[in-house]
C-alpha cells in the first residue's frame, strides 16, 4: 500500500475562486479571475466512463483504492468574455489536497487539449501543448501549483475559439506509478490580466449638431467635435480625432487623444484651425484609447465650415394681427404670422419671437405663432442659415387689444384680519374660465369662472401693505395681461380699477 499525505480542507491561504484582483498595471485596463467548472476525470479502471468527482477534490495519476487506477484530470474555460481582448499574463494554478508519496518530487502536468467532452480513458481529447511550470516548490503539498497559460488563452482566442480546455496529468514515464500520484481541489484556476479596447464611438456631433447622412453645417471657430466612448472594462479612456478634405484621405490630420476620464467619456476635441477651410466638405472619425489599445472607429461623419451671415431682411404679415394701426385680437391670444425668405437660398429657417421655424424650403417661408404681450407690442424673425448664422431682423409692428381682467373690492377700507370679497370680470379676453390671483402671501390661487367668465373670492388681509396681482386665463391656456396693484389697509377705494 502507497502511503499518502493529505491536506486539510481549511487551506491556510487558499485561493477563492472568481475573487477581485490587484488593480492592473499601466499597460493593461484591467485585471480579473475567471474559474472553471468543476472538474471531470478518466480512470483507466473504467476505461469507458467520465468521473463528476466527489466536489471536494480529483485525482491525477496513479492510485491504489480497492485496485489499480490511473487519472486525468479536465477543466475547461469559457473564452467569449474575452474575445477581441489583448492578454498581458494568463495564469493557471491547482490546489493540492493530497500526495501519495511526499519523498517523490512532484511531476504534475498541465497540457492544452481539444474540446474536452465527457472525456474517457478511452477517448481522450488530444493534447496539443505542455504548458511551462509549475517550477520547483519546497512543500509536499502546495495551494498554488502554478502554470504559464499565456500563450494558451492568447491562441485559442485567436483562432475563434469559445472556450479552452486543460488537462492535469502524470507524464507517460509517471503515469502509472503510484508513488508519484496526487489529488488536487477539484476546481482549476485561471488569472486573467487582460485589457478589451473601447467600443466604436457614439453620439458623435459637431458642435452640438449630431451627425447624419448629410454634412453638418457649422459656424464654430474652432470646429469641436464630440463623442461618447465606453470601455468594456471600464477604464479610463480618451479619444483621438482623424480629419481629413472629403475625397482626400490621404491628406489627414491627426487630434488627440484628450485628458483621459473613467468611462464611460465624453470626448471633446478642437479641429486644427489651419487645417479647416471654409465652404470645403471635411470627414472625420473618432477612436477610443484606454492607454495601451486604440478601439474601431465607426461611420465617418462629414461638415462645412460656413461663417457667412445671410443678408436678408425677411418679410412677416398677419392676417389676425393687421397692419394699419387698428387695435386686434387681445393681448395673450395668439395669431399666425407668416415670415418670408424672398427667395434667399441661404436661409433655411427663421428665429423669432416665439422661437426657432424651418422654412418649407431653402429661401422659403414659415409660419409662427405669438401672442401678443402688451397693446404695442413686435414680432421679429432674423432669417437662419445651414450652419446657424443669423441674418439681419424683419419686424412687425402689433396693436392689440389691452385684455387686463376686472378686478373690484367690496370694501371701501380695507382692514388687517377683516375678510375681503374680490370680483373679478373677464374684461376684453375671451372665454376666460379661472382666474389666477397672488395676495402677497398667498402665493399663486385659482379660481374657477361662471358661464359669463366672472369669479368671485374672499381673501382675509394679514398685512398692512400687500400687492395683488390677477391674470384671467382660458381654456386653451391663453393668459390675459395682469392687473396688478398695492393694496394698503384702510385706504383702497370700493373700485380699484375700470374693466377695458
Request: net charge negative; hydrophobic share 35%.
Amino acid at each position: 500500500m502507497i502511503s499518502f499525505v493529505r491536506r486539510s480542507a481549511m487551506l491556510g491561504a487558499a485561493v477563492v475562486a472568481f475573487s477581485a484582483l490587484p488593480a492592473a498595471t499601466p499597460a493593461l485596463a484591467t485585471s480579473e479571475t475567471a474559474a472553471s467548472a468543476p472538474g471531470v476525470h478518466s480512470d483507466v479502471s473504467a476505461p469507458a466512463k467520465t468521473f463528476t468527482g466527489n466536489g471536494k477534490d480529483v485525482p491525477v495519476g496513479a492510485w491504489t483504492d480497492r485496485g489499480f487506477h490511473a487519472s486525468k484530470a479536465y477543466f475547461t474555460f469559457d473564452l467569449r468574455p474575452y474575445r477581441g481582448a489583448t492578454i498581458g499574463y494568463a495564469e493557471a494554478y491547482a490546489t493540492e489536497t493530497a500526495a501519495n508519496n511526499c519523498a517523490k518530487p512532484r511531476a504534475t502536468e498541465l497540457w492544452v487539449t481539444d474540446e474536452a467532452t465527457a472525456p474517457t480513458w478511452l477517448r481522450q481529447p488530444k493534447e496539443r501543448a505542455k504548458l511551462p511550470g509549475p517550477g520547483a516548490l519546497g512543500d509536499c503539498l502546495w495551494n498554488r501549483v502554478e502554470w504559464d497559460a499565456t500563450r494558451a488563452i492568447t491562441d485559442a482566442l485567436a483562432a475563434g475559439k469559445d472556450s479552452v480546455s486543460f488537462v492535469l496529468r502524470m507524464p507517460d514515464n509517471r503515469q502509472f506509478d503510484p508513488a508519484y500520484g496526487r489529488r488536487v481541489e477539484n476546481r482549476l484556476h485561471l488569472y486573467l490580466d487582460y485589457n478589451r479596447p473601447p467600443a466604436v464611438p457614439t453620439d458623435l456631433r459637431v458642435g452640438l449638431k449630431p451627425c447624419g447622412a448629410d454634412p453638418v453645417y457649422t459656424a464654430d471657430d474652432p470646429v469641436e467635435v464630440t463623442g461618447l466612448i465606453r470601455d468594456p472594462d471600464q477604464s479610463s479612456v480618451s479619444g483621438r480625432v482623424t480629419v481629413w478634405p472629403a475625397g482626400e484621405p490621404a491628406n489627414r490630420r491627426e487630434v488627440g487623444p484628450d485628458s483621459a476620464t473613467p468611462s464611460p467619456h465624453g470626448a471633446r476635441l478642437a479641429l486644427p484651425a489651419d487645417f479647416i477651410t471654409e465652404g470645403r466638405v471635411y470627414q472625420w472619425t473618432m477612436q477610443g484609447v484606454d492607454g495601451a489599445l486604440t478601439g474601431p472607429a465607426g461611420a465617418p461623419c462629414s461638415f462645412v465650415v460656413d461663417r457667412v451671415r445671410p443678408v436678408t431682411e425677411p418679410v412677416v404679415t398677419s392676417a389676425d394681427y393687421p397692419p394699419g394701426g387698428e387695435r386686434h385680437g387681445a393681448v395673450g391670444i395668439p395669431g399666425t404670422f407668416t415670415i418670408d425668405a424672398k427667395g434667399d437660398q441661404d436661409i433655411v429657417g427663421f428665429s423669432t419671437s416665439s422661437g426657432y421655424v424651418a422654412a418649407d424650403r431653402p429661401g422659403g417661408v414659415a409660419t409662427a405663432r405669438y401672442a401678443p404681450k402688451r397693446e404695442f407690442d413686435t414680432f421679429s424673425a432674423w432669417g437662419v442659415d445651414k450652419a446657424g448664422n443669423i441674418g439681419p431682423a424683419g419686424s412687425y409692428g402689433i396693436v392689440a387689444t389691452p385684455s387686463q381682467p376686472g378686478v373690484t373690492f367690496d370694501a371701501q377700507e380695507v382692514a388687517v384680519g377683516k375678510p375681503l370679497r374680490l370680483d373679478f370680470t373677464p374684461g376684453a379676453m375671451p372665454g376666460v374660465v379661472e382666474y389666477v390671483y397672488d395676495f402677497g402671501w398667498t402665493g399663486e390661487v385659482v379660481v374657477p369662472a361662471g358661464p359669463d367668465g366672472k369669479a368671485t373670492t374672499t381673501v382675509i388681509p394679514r398685512e398692512p401693505w400687500t400687492y395683488l396681482v390677477v391674470s384671467g386665463r382660458t381654456r386653451e391656456g391663453w393668459t390675459s395681461e395682469r392687473w396688478e396693484g398695492p393694496v394698503e389697509e384702510k385706504t383702497a377705494p370700493a373700485v380699484t380699477t375700470r374693466s377695458p
